[in-house]
């Protein structure tokens, strides 16, 4: 191994260790939802300009149609006043127009199936894009640790409980003088 192999292998791991050092793994993924959540937003954009772009085709088909209609119904016209020229013209308009609203009609299929796929396939994306809510304790307050199991009351406790309750009766006399507060 050569002196300028070791010089390099020691300044590659000199880069390595300083960007290791200055990455912190939760910007990263900040950084990481952020950007899915941009990339959510354009396919959501493109998403509404097919949609759009399908409705535009859509009317644009039906006009067509109706241009169509309009352009026979001149025709029919045209022949019962016995001009047949005006009626072969209405037939040529009518039959371009009957085209452009089966080629409108066509690619309108198309995109609908496109848009299908995409209604589907969206929803399931967003909602594994979404960031899933924390859970927090329904308790407020902060949380204390449990006692273990093998937790023993100290002997100081004991000097806490009233000695009222220590009686020779067993505290079933109640307080001093064989009262119990509250039984008349």
């Not at 399908?54 to 029919?76: D, F, G, P, V």
């Not at 609908?112 to 967003?126: Q, Y």
């Amino acid at each position: 191994m050569g002196f300028f192999d070791r010089l390099s292998r020691l300044v590659r791991a000199n880069a390595n260790a300083a960007v290791s050092s200055m990455e912190d793994p939760a910007k990263i993924l900040d950084q990481s939802v952020a950007d899915m959540q941009a990339d959510l937003v354009k396919l959501r954009q493109a998403v509404a300009l097919a949609i759009a772009s399908q409705k535009r085709l859509t009317s644009q088909a039906e006009q067509a149609a109706a241009q169509s209609k309009t352009w026979y119904e001149r025709a029919e016209l045209a022949l019962k006043k016995g001009e047949e020229s005006l009626a072969r013209e209405a037939l040529t308009r009518r039959k371009t127009f009957q085209e452009t609203a089966t080629s409108l009609t066509a690619r309108c299929s198309q995109d609908a199936r496109w848009n299908r796929s995409r209604r589907v396939w969206l929803p399931s994306k967003e909602r594994s894009l979404r960031p899933k809510p924390r859970r927090t304790c329904s308790r407020p307050g902060p949380r204390r640790p449990r006692p273990s199991s093998s937790c023993k009351v100290p002997l100081a406790a004991s000097a806490l409980i009233p000695l009222w309750r220590l009686r020779a009766d067993g505290g079933k006399g109640g307080g001093p003088g064989g009262h119990r507060p509250g039984c008349g």
